[in-house]
């Protein structure tokens, strides 16, 4: 019996790890199949309806494309969100030509940005629901990964905290100027001094 147990514990603790390789390997063929539709580098959609658009952030393959291993902590911090905002930008332009209806509701996680941030875009906070917190277990390994290297430090995320970002299509057409205001801000960051600096 201690051995079956000791089998069956193991199993579920690198499900965790397995889910993960599974999903960054198949990631490319999921994008090139239109199951993923990419905003931005690292802002794609995996469900879609009339009604209902769903955000993620980027996986590890698309972390390893876009960014180098000095590029961790503050710089790659601005750079991911820089890189959402453009995504956000691009959802907004497809409102704004009919691709999306206005009233579709966006959805992502807080998990994304600040509560202070999310609010800014026009995004009303909700509880997450179980698929969701379920994903995200199941994806910690990968998370944490993300997590540390935007951080600049072993970090480990609360998934278990995690809360819901929604926003209406015309309520972030409407917030586009702010969030070009923003990005404009964050390229000016990175185009100074400290920008320069770290990209030596």
């Given at each position: 019996?201690?051995?079956?147990?000791?089998?069956?514990?193991?199993?579920?603790?690198?499900?965790?790890?397995?889910?993960?390789?599974?999903?960054?390997?198949?990631?490319?063929?999921?994008?090139l199949?239109?199951?993923?539709?990419?905003?931005?580098?690292?802002?794609?959609?995996?469900?879609?309806?009339r009604?209902?658009?769903?955000?993620?952030?980027?996986?590890?393959?698309?972390?390893?494309?876009?960014?180098?291993?000095?590029?961790?902590?503050?710089?790659?911090?601005?750079?991911?969100?820089?890189?959402?905002?453009?995504?956000?930008?691009?959802?907004?332009?497809?409102?704004?030509?009919?691709?999306i209806?206005?009233?579709?509701?966006?959805?992502?996680?807080?998990?994304?940005?600040?509560?202070k941030?999310?609010?800014?875009?026009?995004?009303?906070?909700?509880?997450?629901?179980?698929?969701?917190?379920?994903?995200?277990?199941?994806?910690?390994?990968e998370?944490?990964?993300?997590?540390?290297?935007?951080?600049?430090?072993?970090?480990?995320?609360?998934?278990?905290?995690?809360?819901?970002?929604?926003?209406?299509?015309?309520?972030?057409?409407?917030?586009?100027?702010?969030?070009?205001?923003?990005?404009?801000?964050?390229?000016?960051i990175?185009?100074?001094?400290?920008?320069?600096?770290?990209?030596?």
């Open positions: 019996m201690g051995p079956f147990l000791l089998g069956r514990w193991t199993g579920l603790l690198a499900f965790p790890i397995t889910y993960s390789f599974f999903y960054v390997v198949s990631n490319p063929a999921l994008r199949l239109g199951v993923f539709r990419y905003h931005s580098p690292l802002l794609k959609v995996s469900l879609r309806s009604r209902y658009y769903e955000v993620h952030s980027g996986t590890l393959f698309d972390y390893v494309l876009l960014f180098r291993w000095k590029d961790r902590g503050c710089r790659a911090t601005r750079q991911i969100l820089g890189l959402f905002l453009e995504g956000f930008l691009d959802i907004a332009n497809a409102v704004e030509r009919g691709e209806a206005r009233d579709t509701h966006i959805v992502g996680t807080s998990y994304f940005f600040s509560e941030s999310a609010e800014r875009l026009g995004f009303r906070l909700e509880s997450a629901g179980l698929r969701l917190r379920l994903v995200l277990l199941v994806s910690y390994a998370l944490a990964l993300l997590h540390s290297f935007a951080r600049g430090r072993i970090s480990f995320p609360n998934v278990l905290k995690v809360r819901t970002a929604v926003v209406r299509g015309d309520e972030l057409l409407a917030r586009r100027d702010e969030m070009r205001r923003i990005l404009g801000r964050l390229r000016e990175e185009g100074g001094p400290e920008g320069q600096a770290q990209a030596a």
